[in-house]
């Protein structure tokens, strides 16, 4: 599966666009995370924590991207987006969308 999040693939034309394919998930961080990030944001530093979370969260969204776009009969994704946000005081969303289509 083809996946990128621009509008075309070099050197492959789009025979047919299926639909639009979405994911989301949401993952929950605990409190030593938290406790750790809250200390980093005070002294200063990246978060490992969080980012680790964020890098499984956007890993389990392709994957479900994926699965919706073969259910379809997709040979790839176009024109994916990538959005985060803050669910509450300690929870995390990854949310994704594409097109699905067929490559000629």
């Known amino acids: 599966m083809i996946v990128t999040t621009g509008p075309s693939i070099e050197g492959r034309t789009v025979a047919r666009y299926l639909d639009v394919v979405s994911a989301q998930a949401i993952m929950g961080v605990n409190i030593g995370k938290d406790l750790t990030a809250g200390l980093r944001n005070i002294v200063g530093g990246r978060s490992k924590s969080y ?10 969204v392709m994957d479900e991207l994926k699965v919706g776009a073969e259910a379809l009969g997709a040979d790839a994704i176009v ?9 509450g005081s300690n929870m995390l969303m ?5 097109t699905a289509v067929k490559l000629a």
């Open 51 to 60: 980012e680790g979370e964020i890098a499984k969260a956007v890993a389990e």
């Open 94 to 98: 990854v949310a994704a969308s594409g």
């Open 79 to 87: 024109s994916i987006d990538v959005d985060y946000e803050t669910v």
